[in-house]
C-alpha cells in the first residue's frame, strides 16, 4: 500500500516534471533565473544611512516627483536629461563618497540604468542601488 | 429535475457565448526611432471579438518615461481600438524595453502586458565620460576614447572645453576612433568642465566631463 502511494507521488512529480522542463527551454531567453543586480551592488536603507556624510543619494525619478519630494540633500539625475545632469552630479560627487541611487520602488528600473550608466560610462566606483527605492523610504519614514 | 438540469445546462451555454473577449493584434512592438526623435510611440490595436462589451480597469506603464493611452474606457463588441504608448527618449542609449499592463474586466484576459521595444541608435561610444584627478596629483594628460558607430561614420570630431583650464587634444587612431588627451592646468585647486564633442555633419551634441577633485584620484 505504501510502496503503491510513493509510486504514485513519483509518477505524479515525473509528469510535473515534463511541461515544467518543456517552459524552461521555450522561454530560456525570458524567465530570468538571476536578480538582475548583483546583490553586492544593492544597498539597504539602514546600510545606506550608517555611511552618513560619505553617501551622495541620486533620485533616478523623473523631473516632476523628485520636485513633489526627495531623500534630503539628494541629487537628481534622470536619463530624460542626462547630459545636462551628469555635469551638477559630478560637481559634488569625490571618490571617497559612496553613491546611492533610487527611483520609485523595488520594481522601477530607472535607479539600475543610472547607476549602470554611472559604472560604465562614466567609470565610477561604489555606486549602489536603494532597495525598495523610494516608497520603501517613505515607509521607514512613518 | 428534468427542469433544473436544462436551466443548469442553459445557464452554462449562455455564459460560454455571453463573453467577452479583447484580441490583441500584437502584443509587442519593435520601434527605431532616428537620431533626433525625441519620442517613440507604439501602437497596440485591439479587438472585442465576444459579444459583451469591455470595460478598461487600468493601464499602467513600467516607467515614469512612458506614458500610455486607451482611446476609451470600454469598448461595445465587435469595435476595434488601440491603446498608445509614447516613450520618451531624452538622452536614454541602446535598446530600451518598457512595458504597459492593462486590466480588464475581461474574464479571459484580465490582464495583458504589452511591450515596447526601442532601439535607440547609438552614433558615438563615448568611454569613459568622466576623467579627473586628484588634488596635488601629477600634469599627465588623461584619455578619452570616441568610437563612431558603423551606421554613423564620422570624419572630424570637434571637442570644445567649457573652461580654459582644462585643454584637449583630438587624434583619430582609425577606423572611426579618436582619442581625446585632457590636460588640466593646474591640480591644487578644484575645478571642473563639460567637454562638448561635436561630429562633424551631425546634429546630436555628446557630452564629456573633466574635474580636479578635493580628493586624491584613483583613477
Known amino acids: 500500500m505504501r510502496s503503491s502511494l510513493v509510486r504514485q507521488a513519483l509518477l505524479l512529480a515525473a509528469l510535473a516534471f515534463i511541461p515544467g522542463i518543456g517552459e524552461a527551454i521555450y522561454f530560456r531567453d525570458k524567465v530570468s533565473w538571476q536578480s538582475p543586480i548583483p546583490a553586492s551592488e544593492m544597498v539597504t536603507q539602514t546600510q545606506a544611512r550608517a555611511w552618513r556624510e560619505n553617501t551622495i543619494w541620486v533620485d533616478a525619478r523623473p523631473d516632476a516627483e523628485f520636485e513633489r519630494e526627495h531623500?534630503?540633500?539628494?541629487?537628481?539625475?534622470?536619463?530624460?536629461?542626462?547630459?545636462?545632469?551628469?555635469?551638477?552630479?559630478?560637481?559634488?560627487?569625490?571618490?571617497?563618497?559612496?553613491?546611492?541611487?533610487?527611483?520609485?520602488?523595488?520594481?522601477?528600473?530607472?535607479?539600475?540604468?543610472?547607476?549602470?550608466?554611472?559604472?560604465?560610462?562614466?567609470?565610477?566606483?561604489?555606486?549602489?542601488?536603494?532597495?525598495?527605492?523610494?516608497?520603501?523610504?517613505?515607509?521607514s519614514r512613518k | 429535475m428534468r427542469t433544473r438540469i436544462f436551466a443548469f445546462t442553459l445557464s452554462i451555454f449562455l455564459c460560454a457565448i455571453a463573453r467577452a473577449e479583447l484580441k490583441w493584434e500584437q502584443t509587442s512592438v519593435e520601434l527605431h526611432p532616428a537620431p533626433a526623435d525625441k519620442e517613440a510611440v507604439g501602437h497596440f490595436k485591439y479587438q472585442n471579438t465576444g459579444s459583451q462589451p469591455v470595460r478598461f480597469k487600468s493601464v499602467h506603464t513600467s516607467c515614469g518615461c512612458t506614458a500610455a493611452q486607451s482611446q476609451k474606457d470600454e469598448v461595445p463588441p465587435g469595435e476595434k481600438g488601440e491603446i498608445t504608448a509614447t516613450f520618451k527618449i531624452g538622452d536614454r542609449t541602446g535598446t530600451q524595453v518598457k512595458s504597459v499592463t492593462v486590466q480588464t474586466d475581461d474574464p479571459v484576459n484580465a490582464t495583458t502586458v504589452l511591450t515596447l521595444k526601442a532601439v535607440i541608435p547609438q552614433q558615438l561610444e563615448i568611454n569613459p565620460t568622466f576623467v579627473f584627478w586628484g588634488q596635488g596629483e601629477a600634469l599627465k594628460p588623461k584619455s578619452i576614447v570616441v568610437r563612431a558607430s558603423k551606421d554613423f561614420p564620422v570624419k572630424q570630431l570637434k571637442v570644445t572645453s567649457s573652461s580654459p583650464d582644462f585643454q584637449t587634444k583630438v587624434e583619430e587612431t582609425g577606423n572611426g576612433q579618436f582619442k581625446i588627451d585632457i590636460q588640466p592646468s593646474d591640480t591644487s585647486r578644484n575645478m571642473a568642465a563639460t567637454l562638448t564633442i561635436q561630429p562633424e555633419g551631425s546634429s546630436k551634441t555628446f557630452y564629456a566631463m573633466a574635474r580636479v577633485t578635493n580628493a586624491a584620484a584613483t583613477q
Do not use: H, M
Open chain 1, 71 to 139: 531623500i534630503p540633500g539628494a541629487v537628481l539625475l534622470n536619463e530624460d536629461r542626462w547630459n545636462e545632469l551628469l555635469p551638477q552630479f559630478l560637481t559634488v560627487w569625490s571618490p571617497e563618497k559612496r553613491v546611492v541611487v533610487y527611483c520609485s520602488s523595488q520594481s522601477c528600473n530607472a535607479s539600475r540604468e543610472v547607476a549602470r550608466r554611472l559604472r560604465d560610462e562614466a567609470q565610477l566606483k561604489n555606486v549602489f542601488v536603494l532597495q525598495g527605492g523610494w516608497e520603501e523610504w517613505l515607509k
